[in-house]
């Protein structure tokens, strides 16, 4: 199946959207450094500036088909997007304050825990009961024409995380430089990088490094 666009592929190693959602602020604990009066790269990235980044990351994340991404992208205005994609920024640091917050042993204020009942209260508003397979079940009708459907899935996704026992095993990547979040479901519940490829072989070859020069 063709992605909405083409563009980068989203890094998603958390092992749940919420999570990869809060990792689109790539870097977000990384200082910017100053350098011939401009800023290097190595400070915070945001990867969602456009209402089109939104669509492939919530195609990428399972929580859309391209073609119902297309179509939102289609009948979606520029002004609607852009309201859209500021509410799911908005969403994505206020999980970002309350999970981080967790898991430094810290109380979230109360800012971000009332913007998500607010996220949480507005993406259950526009569903109906619906007869499917035997049984009633929560829809949204005429799905593909909400601009706002992806703020929706998110702020529920948020909901199933947060409100659930998988709470327990959020975790941040051990690297300083990166902690980007993930869901622990290694059989110990012992990971510790968002990927061993990457942070885990750089921590390793650092603390090698260190070894040899001690």
């Not at 005429?142 to 959020?170: K, N, Q, Y």
Request: net charge positive; with cysteine.
């Amino acid at each position: 199946m063709s992605t909405l666009i083409q563009a980068p592929v989203f890094q998603l190693i958390a092992g749940h959207p919420i999570l990869d959602l809060v990792n689109t602020l790539d870097g977000r604990f990384q200082a910017y450094e100053a350098g011939l009066g401009d800023l290097l790269q190595s400070g915070p990235r945001d990867l969602l500036n456009r209402y089109e980044d939104l669509l492939l990351f919530i195609e990428q994340s399972g929580l859309l088909t391209a073609k119902q991404a297309r179509q939102l992208q289609r009948t979606t205005s520029g002004s609607a997007g852009g309201r859209v994609l500021a509410s799911c920024i908005e969403l994505r640091e206020a999980c970002a304050d309350i999970l981080y917050s967790g898991l430094e042993g810290r109380i979230p204020s109360s800012v971000p825990l009332k913007a998500l009942a607010r996220f949480f209260k507005a993406s259950l508003a526009p569903q109906e009961l619906a007869w499917k397979d035997s049984r009633l079940d929560w829809d949204w009708p005429e799905l593909g024409t909400w601009a706002e459907l992806p703020l929706w899935l998110l702020s529920l996704s948020a909901a199933s995380l947060m409100v659930a026992d998988e709470m327990r095993r959020v975790r941040a990547c051990e690297n300083p430089d990166c902690r980007l979040l993930f869901l622990d479901t290694s059989k110990n519940h012992t990971r510790r990088w968002c990927d061993m490829r990457l942070c885990g072989n750089r921590m390793k070859a650092r603390r090698f490094k260190a070894q040899r020069r001690g």
